[in-house]
C-alpha cells in the first residue's frame, strides 16, 4: 500500500463538505470523553483479567502486563490526539489511512472493522448482555434462543436510538459510562477494607497449560486480551465531525479519557487479586462476581451481573453510534454504495449505516452462532493491531508531506511516540500467534484482510481509476 502520485496532499480538505454539513455538531468535551471511556470499559475488564493471569504466570507478573498494555494505550492516545487535531471530521481513521498510504488502506480499514472487529463485537456484546440480565433478574442465564432474542432485540432498540438523534445516542452513553466506572471503583473500594487471608499479590505463580510460553511470550500474548480491553480511544475520531469544536475537545476526550481508564483498570486488577488469590482469578469464568461474593455470598453475583449487563449495554451502544460513521465517510469519498452516504434530512443521523452496523451482528447470531462468533472475535484483535500500526505509521507519513504541523500535544521528544506505539502493537499482533487459543483465529484475521483486498480489487478499485483520470484531465 503505497501513496500514489496524485494523491492529495492536503489533509484538512474535505470535498464532500455538502454531505458532511448535514451532520450535526451537537457533541461536546464530556460527550466525547465519555465516548472513548465507554468505548474503552465495555465487558472485557470483567473476564479478561483471568485470562492474563494464566497467561502471564503470575500476580505480578499479570499486573505489569497490565501496566505494560496501559502505556501502549497511552502512546497511542497521544498519537491518535495529533490526528485528531489535524482531521475534525466525521470517519476520520478512515480518512488518515487513506491520505497516507492511499484508498485501499483506508477501504480495508473500514471493511474489515464493520464486517469482523464491530460486527463481531456487536454481536458477542448482545449476548453477554443478555445472559448477565438473565442471572441479574431470574438468578440464572437464560437458554441459547432467549438469549439470541434478547441480543437481537437490545441492538434494534439502540439501533432506533441512535437513528432518531446523536444526541439519544450520547446520553445513553453518558449514564452508562459513570454506571460502569462506579461498580469498577465499589469493587475497588470493597478490596481497600478487605482483611481476609488472602496470598499476597506477589506469590503464588500459576502453573498452566501456557506457562511453556516463557516470561517475554507470556507477556506478549496476555498483552492480547489486554488490549482488547483497553482498546476504543480510536473511536472519537469516527465521530469527530459531530463534536463542536473537535481540534480541542477530541485530542483532550482521547487523551483523558485513556488516562482514566488506565486508573481504573489498574484499581481493578489490583481488587481482583485482593479479593481472590491468584488462582481463584485465573480460573475464574465470572470475576467480577466471584470477587465481589467473598463479601455478598447470596446477593453479590446478581448485583454484580446487573452492572456487567449495563456495562454491557454501554459497550453495545458505542458501536452502534460510532462505527456507522466510518461506513458513511468511506461511501461519501465513492468507495462504497452511495446508499450508505445518505444522512437523514429529518434526524441528521447515517440511517443507512446505522441499519447496516446492525443488520450484520444479527445475521451472525442467527446465522453463526455464539461459538464461531466467540473465534472471529479473538481475531478482532490482530484487526485492531494491525490498523493501529498503519494509523500511527501514518502520522509519520503525514508529517513529511506537511513540514508545519501544528501539534495538538508537544513533549520532548514527540516524534518517537508513533514509533513506540507502533512497536507496542507489533508485539501484540505477535502475542495473537503466541497464544495456542485464539492462533486460529489470528490465521482467520489474516484471511479475512486479504478477501477484504480481493473485494476492493473486484467493486471498488475503479472508482479510484476514474477519480485520478479526473484529478489528472
Not at 471493511?111 to 431470574?138: D, K, L, M, P, R
Not at 470475576?287 to 446487573?306: C, H, M, N, T
Not at 507496542?424 to 489474516?446: T, Y
Request: proline residues 5%; hydrophobic residues 55%; glycine residues 10%.
Amino acid at each position: 500500500m503505497s501513496v500514489g502520485r496524485n494523491a492529495n496532499p492536503t489533509i484538512m480538505s474535505d470535498p464532500h463538505q455538502s454531505h458532511t454539513s448535514k451532520l450535526i455538531r451537537a457533541l461536546g468535551p464530556l460527550d466525547a470523553t465519555c465516548i472513548v471511556i465507554g468505548a474503552i470499559i465495555g465487558v472485557g475488564i470483567f473476564f479478561t483479567p483471568s485470562r492474563v493471569a494464566e497467561l502471564s504466570g503470575s500476580a505480578n507478573m499479570a499486573l505489569l502486563t497490565w501496566v505494560i498494555g496501559g502505556v501502549i494505550a497511552l502512546l497511542g492516545a497521544l498519537t491518535f490526539a495529533e490526528l485528531g487535531r489535524l482531521y475534525p471530521r466525521t470517519g476520520a481513521q478512515y480518512v488518515i489511512l487513506r491520505d497516507a498510504f492511499g484508498p485501499l488502506a483506508g477501504f480495508l480499514f473500514v471493511f474489515c472493522n464493520a464486517t469482523a472487529v464491530q460486527a463481531g463485537s456487536i454481536a458477542i456484546i448482545g449476548v453477554v448482555c443478555a445472559q448477565n440480565v438473565g442471572v441479574s433478574v431470574w438468578s440464572h442465564p437464560l437458554g441459547p434462543a432467549a438469549q439470541t432474542t434478547m441480543a437481537a432485540g437490545l441492538i434494534i432498540g439502540l439501533t432506533v436510538a441512535n437513528c432518531i438523534g446523536v444526541r439519544w445516542g450520547s446520553r445513553i452513553q453518558n449514564v452508562t459510562v459513570f454506571a460502569k466506572v462506579a461498580t469498577l471503583i465499589a469493587i475497588s473500594i470493597l478490596a481497600a477494607f478487605f482483611d481476609g487471608d488472602v496470598a499476597p499479590v506477589s506469590a503464588q505463580p500459576v502453573v498452566t497449560a501456557a506457562s511453556h510460553l516463557g516470561p517475554l511470550a507470556g507477556i506478549s500474548a496476555a498483552l492480547v486480551p489486554v488490549l482488547f480491553s483497553y482498546g476504543g480511544w480510536q473511536q472519537a475520531l469516527w465521530i469527530a465531525g459531530e463534536v463542536r469544536k473537535p481540534k480541542r475537545d477530541v485530542p483532550l476526550a482521547i487523551v483523558a479519557g485513556v488516562l482514566i481508564v488506565i486508573l481504573v483498570y489498574l484499581l481493578a486488577n489490583w481488587a481482583y487479586l485482593t479479593l481472590l488469590d491468584v488462582h481463584q482469578v485465573s480460573e475464574s469464568e465470572t470475576l467480577a462476581a466471584d470477587a465481589v461474593a467473598v463479601f455478598w455470598p447470596s446477593i453479590g453475583r446478581r448485583l454484580v451481573a446487573g452492572a456487567v449487563a449495563v456495562s454491557a449495554f454501554g459497550v453495545l451502544n458505542t458501536q452502534l453510534l460510532t462505527g456507522p460513521r466510518l461506513i458513511y465517510g468511506m461511501a461519501v469519498d465513492g468507495r462504497f454504495f452511495k446508499l450508505f452516504a445518505r444522512v437523514s434530512a429529518k434526524c441528521s443521523t447515517p440511517i443507512p449505516a446505522i441499519v447496516l452496523l446492525a443488520v450484520v451482528p444479527i445475521g451472525l447470531l442467527l446465522a453463526a452462532g455464539e461459538n464461531r462468533v466467540n473465534r472471529i472475535l479473538n481475531g478482532a484483535v490482530l484487526i485492531d493491531g494491525v490498523f493501529f500500526m498503519f494509523t500511527g505509521l501514518s502520522l509519520l507519513v503525514l508529517r513529511r508531506k506537511r513540514r508545519a504541523l501544528d501539534l495538538p500535544v508537544r513533549v520532548p521528544g514527540y516524534s518517537l511516540v508513533p514509533l513506540f506505539f507502533v512497536a507496542g502493537e507489533f508485539i501484540v499482533v505477535v502475542g495473537a500467534f503466541c497464544d495456542p487459543a485464539v492462533r486460529a483465529a489470528a490465521h482467520l484475521a489474516v484471511a479475512w484482510i486479504a478477501g477484504a483486498t480481493i473485494c476492493f480489487v473486484l467493486f471498488f478499485r475503479r472508482v479510484d481509476d476514474g477519480r485520478r483520470a479526473n484529478e489528472n484531465g
